[in-house]
């Protein structure tokens, strides 16, 4: 049994089952319990101190069916129910988390210097989209050399398919991809291998099918302080203290129910609290209380975010920094439009992001109309989350359409190869690896009302593009609503069979091996390494290891070289000169077998994108 109840739900206890609720306007509450085939029986909830309506079903056992009823009338699921078994509109179960029998006891969280993150959809990983069909991909991603999986949000949402930031049962693993055991057999698995598991979780709100909080807490949302979803919830009002409580609880429940190693926070940025203590710190130091650890989404560029509670900060393990995507992207396929404008793709720029983490820190910004960003030079590079896909670069273009098909193959292994090379922690999107074929579309379930809504919206998002500004280009973004756009997001595992992406997936691997063998490319600070632009427009990153020094080159539009010896950056360690290590030109992936750089002459030159890793 657990030492702490949460503060809502139903909980097995040595009486029975206790539940427990906040309904901030009822005059009366109690519970409708299903056992088996039997008709209901009611059980009286009372009302205490801290304005929640609790009672003990003495009967109670379980996987008993509850629905709460508020004032004799109306029936609603539980706001913090842990299984929605007939979907989100559905009755509550109740869950006994202690029935499932865990091997992972040995397990314990790898430094955060090591993570290497994968990014990964339940839904589209596999073709049954389960938990328990995860688990046979685990080892792919393990060989791969991840060292986590990051599972976008499980929280319950209404309809079949979603990308999981429309859930409205924030307790509840989506009854889509299985029975919340299923997704502890997940977590089980991955750590008997060795990978450990974050959850993105979403506090900024709740999606609009299926959602009842609103019976519960009427006026939950602040209508005049305003979201990119609507009203921002009350979380920092005195007179809604439970909500508060309802989101803080969230991770501990995940962390020791389902043992849940770290978290990433959606959107933070648009988490509007007032409170003296405002409730991503509150969150996050909870988290380490608990023995996990918290990232954090924010476009903000902000380092408050990621110093430690004693430092002033909101004391976020690492965020996503995004700057990285964005210049390597631009550099790549001189995309002007949206936030993408902010950004040159120089390799000036792209240095100047590798040197901070990310690059705005301070400037002026076109999109957001303002100075965006603070120093974070100071800060370890572990940090800052880098990617050069993520469910949101790919699912939030129209077409869903992954890097590699939008450049040159050899530009995709260069930028790939420095993804997993640079002292950042890298993050994966499913797939990418092997240079996946399948877009990643954005798609949904529900009902009718709200699906035309979003359809149409979908459409308006984009037709301020100049690929979308006629009726005949619009019509061709696949509507969310279709059955098809989530199948066509489905990985096809079949193409690791396929020679050219094979070559691609060791490429990872071998990067990735580099990465986990070499502490060099894992600093702990920022004193054992440098990046430069060099005069010939090549960029240059200098790693100092204990007993060598490595350097890697990269020009990833291709068309530049020169000498290397009067570049102080490429100076070798020994008189014996630079060794190639790696090439993502050689054969073995796929490459002509040229390497740009030339050991004899000390000279390099490019003819195409490549990525070069020397050592001395």
Not at 6 to 12: K, T
Not at 282 to 288: L, V
Not at 341 to 352: H, I, K, M, P, R
Request: net charge negative; aromatic share 12%; glycine share 10%.
């Amino acid at each position: 049994m657990k030492k702490d109840l949460l503060p809502q739900g139903a909980e097995l206890v040595t009486e029975g089952v206790r539940y427990r609720v906040w309904a901030r306007e009822a005059r009366q509450a109690e519970a409708l319990v299903w056992t088996a085939d039997e008709p209901p029986r009611t059980v009286p909830l009372a009302l205490d101190a801290s304005g929640y309506y609790h009672g003990v079903d003495h009967q109670g056992q379980a996987g008993d069916l509850y629905k709460y009823r508020l004032d004799g009338a109306n029936e609603y699921p539980d706001p913090a129910s842990r299984y929605q078994p007939e979907g989100v509109h559905g009755r509550s179960m109740v869950i006994d988390p202690r029935q499932f029998q865990w091997h992972d006891f040995e397990w314990s969280l790898p430094p955060l210097r090591n993570l290497v993150i994968y990014e990964l959809h339940i839904g589209t990983f596999t073709p049954e989209g389960t938990f328990l069909a995860a688990i046979d991909r685990l080892p792919h991603v393990y060989g791969l050399g991840a060292t986590a999986i990051e599972i976008m949000p499980v929280g319950d949402f209404a309809g079949e398919r979603n990308w999981g930031y429309d859930g409205v049962c924030i307790y509840a693993p989506a009854q889509a991809y299985g029975h919340p055991d299923d997704l502890r057999a997940l977590v089980d698995a991955a750590h008997e291998l060795g990978l450990a598991v974050i959850l993105d979780v979403v506090y900024n709100h709740l999606g609009p099918d299926g959602n009842y909080l609103g019976a519960y807490a009427p006026g939950y949302m602040d209508e005049e302080r305003r979201t990119p979803w609507g009203g921002a919830l009350r979380i920092d009002d005195p007179n809604y203290r439970p909500l508060r409580a309802l989101f803080v609880a969230n991770p501990l429940y995940w962390r020791d129910e389902f043992h849940i190693d770290g978290f990433r926070l959606d959107a933070t940025h648009a988490i509007l609290d007032g409170s003296p203590r405002h409730i991503i710190e509150e969150i996050t130091s909870a988290i380490h209380e608990h023995g996990g650890f918290a990232i954090a989404e924010d476009s903000r560029n902000e380092s408050r975010l990621i110093l430690p509670v004693e430092e002033n900060g909101f004391g976020f393990d690492a965020v996503w920094a995004d700057d990285f995507h964005h210049t390597a992207r631009v550099g790549n396929t001189r995309e002007n439009e949206g936030y993408l404008g902010d950004f040159s793709g120089t390799l000036a720029e792209l240095v100047e992001t590798l040197r901070g983490g990310w690059f705005y820190r301070g400037q002026y910004s076109a999109s957001k109309k303002g100075k965006r960003g603070s120093e974070c030079r100071h800060i370890p590079p572990r940090k800052f989350v880098h990617c050069i896909s993520n469910h949101d670069q790919v699912g939030n273009r129209a077409l869903g359409e992954r890097l590699n098909h939008s450049i040159s193959r050899e530009a995709y292994l260069a930028v790939s190869a420095l993804l997993c090379l640079t002292p950042y922690t890298p993050m994966l999107f499913m797939g990418q690896e092997w240079a996946a074929s399948t877009p990643f579309l954005y798609f949904t379930n529900h009902n009718d009302e709200v699906g035309k809504l979003v359809s149409e919206g979908r459409r308006k998002e984009f037709r301020d593009f100049a690929a979308f500004n006629t009726p005949a280009a619009l019509d061709r973004i696949p509507d969310p609503q279709e059955l098809k756009t989530f199948t066509d997001s489905k990985l096809v595992w079949d193409e690791l069979g396929d020679g050219r992406k094979s070559l691609t997936l060791e490429l990872y691997r071998m990067c990735l091996a580099l990465r986990r063998l070499e502490p060099a490319f894992r600093p702990a600070t920022r004193e054992t390494w440098y990046v430069e632009a060099l005069a010939m427009g090549v960029g240059a990153l200098r790693l100092k290891g204990a007993e060598s020094d490595w350097l890697v080159l990269f020009d990833l539009e291709g068309g530049h070289g020169g000498p290397l010896a009067e570049e102080w950056i490429c100076k070798p360690r020994g008189p014996e000169g630079w060794a190639v290590v790696l090439s993502t030109n050689e054969k073995q992936f796929g490459g002509t077998g040229a390497c740009a750089f030339e050991p004899a002459a000390n000279h390099a030159h490019f003819n195409q994108p490549e990525l070069v890793v020397l050592r001395s």
